[in-house]
């Protein structure tokens, strides 16, 4: 597929229009399914919970919520010290032969918000993502918020950064062929990483990034038409999540203006990496994709803005339900076994 252009793909089926709310026109059959048993439960808010409890019942949901698991060939948990950081990752090795220089290789950052998801409720998209591109995965189960404050998360994933490349031969990684990728708060961790190794006076090369429905803009005063049209609480998720998380990731309101925390609040754009920036149309953060997405080809760097179109926030977690998350993922995959 050309890179530097926007794709739309969409459900085969979508709902009546005349037998549902406007506001869910166009939106696919399953995914409107979907939506509805969501919303159905009016008595349940992952605000009415504390931290521990909101863990405890919505990473569950995203763990039985994914198809079964494709098969990698081997799975290693393990601790990296580096950098004065301790990070728990899971190494996961694709089935084939190894290319003889080393796998291609993705750092797989999580979503949740920066204080939900771990690896039990990502582990079958982030097996799927070893099988179809063919790439060792390292999953790094960074600390979250609010117990760890940013930067902590984001120094782990540099960490990791640093140590995959230093340890490459041990860990059989073709140092030529490192990417990354991360849904909703782990797209933002992704794209700030990017942001740092460019400022870096050595930086490492990054191949590609891959930015999932990511989380960019955290400013108080962030303003987009779909925060306002799909962020009122009937989409899965709102403006309130995202102040939530903003008051449990950040220590003070006055970080959320950082390139680190807001990467599309940077004022320069060069030498990033080649991105394909996954958007929902049915998603508060839809918006802000689609403008990273411009912002990169503005500086000249190559970028490829997939839109689904009939989809919601976090739809790849949900492939038992969901055709679109499994030809959306095989889709993906192949744009990102491309260009590692």
């Known amino acids: 597929m050309n890179t530097n252009t926007t794709v739309n793909i969409t459900e085969d089926k979508t709902v009546n229009i005349e ?4 506001l869910y026109a166009g939106m696919g059959k399953q995914s409107h399914d979907l939506l509805m048993a969501f ?5 349940v808010s992952i605000f009415d919970f504390s931290i521990e ?6 990473n569950p949901i995203f763990e039985a919520s994914s198809a079964p698991h494709l098969n990698v060939a081997q799975e290693n948990h393990k601790t990296v010290k580096f ?4 990070i728990p990752i899971i190494e996961l090795t694709p089935v084939g032969n190894m290319p003889d220089n080393g796998w291609p290789t993705l750092l797989f950052l999580h979503g949740g918000g920066w204080i939900l998801g771990d690896y039990p409720s990502y582990e079958g998209l982030a097996k799927s993502c070893c099988y179809y591109t063919k790439a060792k995965i390292i999953f790094v189960d960074y600390a979250l918020s609010p117990e760890s404050k940013y930067p902590q998360a984001l120094e782990q994933i540099i960490a990791t950064l ?8 041990m860990l059989k990684v073709d140092p030529n062929r490192i990417g990354l990728i991360g849904d909703s708060a782990g797209g933002n961790l992704a794209a700030a990483l990017c942001l740092s190794n460019q400022k870096s006076l050595e930086p490492w090369p990054i191949k590609i990034q891959c930015l999932i429905y990511p989380l960019l803009d955290l400013s108080v005063d962030a303003d987009y038409v779909s925060r ?15 102040a939530w998380s903003r008051k449990n990731y950040l220590a003070n309101a006055n970080l959320c203006e950082e390139l680190l925390v ?3 609040k940077a004022n320069d754009l060069q030498k990033q990496p080649e991105s394909i920036i996954v958007a929902a149309g049915f998603d508060p953060l839809q918006d802000e994709a689609g403008a990273y997405h411009h912002r990169l080809l503005s500086f000249g760097n190559n970028s490829l803005l997939l839109r689904f179109t009939s989809t919601i926030h976090g739809f790849l977690s949900f492939s038992a339900s969901l055709d679109i998350a499994n030809t959306g993922l095989k889709l993906i995959c192949s744009e990102i076994k491309q260009r590692l």
């Open 19 to 22: 037998k549902s709310h406007s």
């Open 39 to 43: 919303n159905s439960e009016e008595d």
């Open 53 to 58: 409890e909101a863990r405890a019942i919505f």
């Open 83 to 86: 950098n004065g950081c301790t």
């Open 162 to 169: 640093n140590w995959v490349n230093e340890e490459h031969d």
């Open 228 to 242: 306002k049209t799909y962020g009122n609480g009937e989409f899965f998720i709102s403006r309130e999540h995202i």
């Open 262 to 264: 807001s990467p599309i």
